[in-house]
């Protein structure tokens, strides 16, 4: 369902963040991209989320290239993607029901479903009483619940998460964790980034290594070697 | 399409409120912004009057020799009439200026007495022109010295009050100017504040923008409310405003109509209140959406 061919990013002539990346992701895999900072996960998944556009070659989502997709398709494409990052990024003016909400609003979907999706989406990640809690009410964990759940609400057929326990505590981390093995096994498509050596180790999933942009790597039931 | 306009206004709104202090700040400046154009806009209208009133007061008087027919005279006046420049002419025959004379001087005895010993009334008949701008009085005067008046025209006051008039008028023309500059500028000073203000605000809001995009919100969705916002800012702003000027007019006017031609500051105010309401709102609500509009888009760049 995901293709990369030959993937470069250049941001100029002797900062490459990627090189000549290829590999290919199948539906509801679980797929953990590992290396150091400065490895290029973020770039990889800011490039699969068309933020960015590659320097060279070719990223095919559902056989589509995205690299040439109009600036009116942009949307309706991040739509297929949830996302979670290291520091949340939760709308700050809106509460945990609201920030889950925005997602579906934004898609353009009815106040019926809306309101019948987000409390289960909110049960899912356990958080039923704190709907009305604006983020800054709201512990670390419970912030990349809320983006979690915002991720999830509009059933993505691809979950990115770029970091998702790095400002977290072991014991929140884990929750995160399962979180995303569960979400893995309803059948969305997970791509984790993370340079935490114990989850990747403990998941026993398909790993892909990159060094200074160059993929050196890739293992079924892979451990963190770098 | 209509949800997602409910949803826009919905959001607008509920931003506007949660963010009190940014719009109470933001507001204020606008605040400021529509007092000083309403200011402005005042002081332009009690300008105009004091000037005009100014303007009205010059005129130039042609006097007749003292043996010019009537019939001459009104000949003369019909010629003068058909000139541009010409606004209205009055005649003042020589009893008329007798009259006015004897009335100008009933308290100088000795004047008029002398005047009574007199076999005939030495008071020459007159035409009073006044000229739609003050710069026209100089032509008008030309055309009556051509050979064709000459004769019968004993002076024509121009001449004396040349220094004085040409003086006002550059005076008149000048203020006029100048006016319009420091308005001009004011305003544009005063709009560049506003708009920096709204940019601000939204500057706070650049990483909301940015997460909005990446969770898949189409460009409008995410302008919208910001435009909505904008735009409450502006009728707010308005609001507050006219409630500001109401008992500021009320409490000046009488200390201020007593030198100005223009009347009642006050009931000035009152009768073209619809008329500031309107004209305030449309430059709040441009003002504060165009910002808006502005600003946001600098955040909404895709890839």
Known sequence: ?226 | MFTSFKRILKWGITNFWRNGWLSTATVSIMVLTLLVITVLLMVNVVANAVLENLENKIDISVYFKLQTEEEQILNVKSELEKLQEVEVITYVSQNEALINFKEKHKDNPVLLQSLEELDINPLEASLNIKARETNQYASITQFLESVQFKDAIDKVNYLQNKEVIEKLSKIITDVKMGGLIITLLLTLIVFLVTFNAIRLAIYSSREEINVMRLVGASNWFIRGPFLIEGTLYGIIATIVTLIILYPTFYFLSPKISGFLPIGNVFSYFISNLLTFFLLLLVVGVVLGGFSSFIAVRKYLKQV
Not at chain 1, 49 to 61: C, D, M, T, W
Request: glycine content about 6%; hydrophobic content about 40%; aromatic content about 6%.
């Open chain 1, 1 to 226: 369902m995901i293709e990369f061919k030959n993937v470069s990013k250049y941001y100029s002539e002797d900062c490459s963040a990627l090189k000549e990346v290829t590999f290919s992701i199948k539906p509801k895999e679980f797929v953990s991209f590992v290396g150091r900072s400065g490895a290029g996960k973020t770039t990889l998944l800011r490039l699969l989320l068309k933020e960015e556009n590659p320097s060279e070659g070719e990223i095919l989502v559902d056989g589509k290239n995205i690299v040439t997709l109009k600036q009116k398709e942009i949307p309706i494409y991040r739509r297929k993607i949830g996302v979670v990052f290291q520091d949340f990024k939760l709308l700050p003016n809106k509460t945990a029901y609201e920030n889950i909400a925005f997602a579906m609003e934004a898609a353009g979907r009815l106040e019926e479903e809306i309101a019948e999706d987000v409390p289960q989406i909110l049960s899912l990640v356990e958080l039923v009483d704190k709907g009305d809690n604006f983020p800054r009410q709201l512990s670390g964990g419970e912030k990349q619940r809320v983006a979690i759940g915002r991720a999830l609400v509009h059933k993505p057929d691809i979950l990115m998460a770029d970091e998702p326990t790095g400002n977290l505590d072991p014991l929140h981390t884990w929750d995160i964790i399962r979180l995303l093995c569960r979400i893995n096994e309803l059948g969305t498509t997970v791509i984790l980034a993370t340079h935490d050596r114990e989850i990747i180790n403990a998941l026993s999933k398909r790993v892909l290594s990159l060094d200074r942009g160059r993929l050196i790597r890739d293992e079924e039931n892979g451990r963190y070697i770098v």
